[in-house]
Nanobody, 123 residues
Framework: EVQLVESGGGLVQAGGSLNLSCAASGFIADDYAIGWVRQAPGKERKGVSC????????YYQDSVKGRFTISSDNAKNTVYLQMNSLKPEDTAVYYC????????????????WGQGTQVTGAS
């Protein structure tokens, strides 16, 4: 069983930056991806970004391209999300996830979720 623990959320002014971390423990198959999904108040969860463990392919939701950067440290089994130029509409609970993910950070299967971390972009 994979356990995911997020950290790094908080309140930031519009235009500010945050760096989220997700520490994974347990076995993650190489054909899975690891990344981030967010859920804004009153809305469904939506993929933000993911990175393939098999070939390192990276995918982003269109609204975060150019502002967010995903990266991973395989030695530490940790994935990061550097968020720059934050906007109020980025406000959401950000979840770390493991599963199947493809173009546009479209998740077609999630096998493990973190507990989530709140990100608030103040206007």
């Amino acid at each position: 069983e994979v356990q995911l623990v997020e950290s790094g959320g908080g309140l930031v002014q519009a235009g500010g930056s945050l760096n989220l971390s997700c520490a994974a423990s347990g076995f993650i198959a190489d054909d899975y991806a690891i990344g981030w999904v967010r859920q804004a108040p009153g809305k469904e969860r939506k993929g933000v970004s993911c990175i393939s463990r098999s070939d390192g392919s990276i995918y982003y939701q269109d609204s975060v391209k150019g502002r967010f950067t995903i990266s991973s440290d395989n030695a530490k089994n940790t994935v990061y999300l550097q968020m720059n130029s934050l906007k109020p509409e980025d406000t959401a609970v950000y979840y770390c996830a493991v599963g199947g993910c493809t173009y546009g950070s479209s998740w077609y299967a999630v096998y493990s979720w973190g507990q989530g971390t709140q990100v608030t972009g103040a206007s």
